[in-house]
C-alpha cells in the first residue's frame, strides 16, 4: 500500500479493481476543509482518462507492472507479433488493444511491451519516432519555415501537420505523446 502524499508521475496502482497510471496529480490545502490530492489517472486495460480526488493520506495500492524490451515485428492479419529480445519468445497483440500505437510503429522498432500478473496491457512507444513521409504537396519556392504548415502523411498513416519545406520521402521525428511534427530527422 501507498499513500496518495507520495504519488509521482508514471507510478501506476490499483483502485477499484483496475490499473491506472498517474498521469498528473496536485496536492490541494483548502483555507477551509480537509486536504486532498486531485489526480488525472490512465487506465491501463482501456487507455481512458481520468479524474479522481482522493483525501490526503488515504491508501492505495501500488501495482507491480513488469516492463519487457521487445521488437515489434510484423502485423499477421489483425494480430501484431512482438519478439522479447533476449528469450526470443513471440508474443501476438490485436490490433485493438494497439489502435493508437499502431500510428508509430514501425518494423523492427523496440518498443517496452507492458504486462501485469501475466496479463498484457499494451504496448509503450519512446517519446519520439523517425518516420518517412509517403504523401504531402509539394513546397513551393519562397514559402519560410516560420509561415504555416501542410498536412502529412507518414509511412504509417498517420497524418501530421509539418512545415511548407517538408517533402515526401523526409524522415521527420514525431512525439509519440501529443502526435505531432518536432523536426527533421
Known amino acids: 500500500m501507498i499513500s496518495v502524499n507520495e504519488f509521482k508521475t508514471g507510478l501506476t496502482i490499483e483502485v477499484d479493481g483496475d490499473i491506472w497510471r498517474v498521469m498528473d496529480f496536485q496536492h490541494v490545502k ?10 488525472k489517472l490512465r487506465n491501463l486495460r482501456s487507455g481512458n482518462v481520468n479524474e479522481k480526488t482522493f483525501r490526503a493520506g488515504e491508501k492505495v495500492q501500488k501495482a507491480q507492472i ?28 490485436p490490433s485493438k488493444q494497439i489502435e493508437e500505437e499502431l500510428n508509430y510503429l514501425r518494423e ?5 511491451v507492458v504486462s501485469y500478473k501475466d496479463e498484457i496491457l499494451g504496448v509503450e512507444l519512446p ?16 514559402d519560410t519555415a516560420s ?31 501529443e502526435g505531432e511534427y518536432v523536426s527533421r530527422a
Open 30 to 39: 483548502p483555507g477551509k476543509g480537509a486536504a486532498f490530492v486531485r489526480s
Open 108 to 112: 523492427n522498432m523496440e518498443v517496452h
Open 147 to 177: 509561415g504555416g504548415s501542410k498536412p502529412a502523411t507518414l509511412e504509417t498513416g498517420l497524418v501530421v501537420q509539418v512545415p511548407f519545406f517538408v517533402n515526401i520521402g523526409d524522415k521527420l521525428i514525431i512525439n509519440t505523446d
Open 127 to 142: 517519446s519520439t519516432v523517425i518516420l518517412e513521409v509517403s504523401a504531402t504537396e509539394p513546397g513551393i519556392k519562397g
Open 66 to 93: 513488469d516492463n519487457r524490451r521487445m521488437q515489434y515485428l510484423y502485423a499477421n492479419g489483425d494480430e501484431h507479433v512482438f519478439m522479447d529480445n533476449e528469450s526470443y519468445e513471440q508474443i501476438e497483440l
